[in-house]
């Protein structure tokens, strides 16, 4: 695989909820630290936070603390982001990567999250 691959974006109102996936088959993403992203239009990816190889995350975004939740399924190469309460300024492309990935320029698509009533 040569780069990662999200999915589960959408649009939702104010207050409902999404699952993100990324799924990640290459070494460079399995054995490696993980990341979520998000980017709005006209700005830098803001890194969400992050999941080590044996599966604790931790928050780098104060906004998403208590709402967002990253996971991991090592067995199906796939890290996950569950995202509770969303709100319009949660709105954005979220990427998945590892920091040798983002070294490399493995970007995958990104799936669009759209939060508007």
């Known amino acids: 695989q040569a780069h990662p691959v999200e999915s589960g974006g959408g649009l939702v109102q104010p207050g409902q909820s999404l699952r993100l996936s990324c799924v990640a088959s290459g070494s460079i993403w399995t054995i490696n630290p993980m990341g979520w992203y998000r980017q709005v239009p006209g700005k830098q990816r803001e890194l969400i936070g992050t999941?080590?190889?044996?599966?604790?995350?931790?928050y780098s975004m104060d906004s998403v603390r208590g709402r967002f939740i990253i996971s991991r399924d090592t067995g199906k190469n796939t890290v996950y982001l569950q995202m509770n309460n969303l709100q319009p300024e949660d709105t954005g492309v979220y990427y998945c990567?590892?920091?040798?990935?983002?070294?490399?320029?493995?970007w995958g698509p990104g799936t669009q999250v759209t939060v508007s009533s």
């Open positions: 999941i080590t190889s044996g599966g604790d995350p931790t």
């Open positions: 990567n590892s920091n040798m990935g983002i070294v490399r320029g493995y």
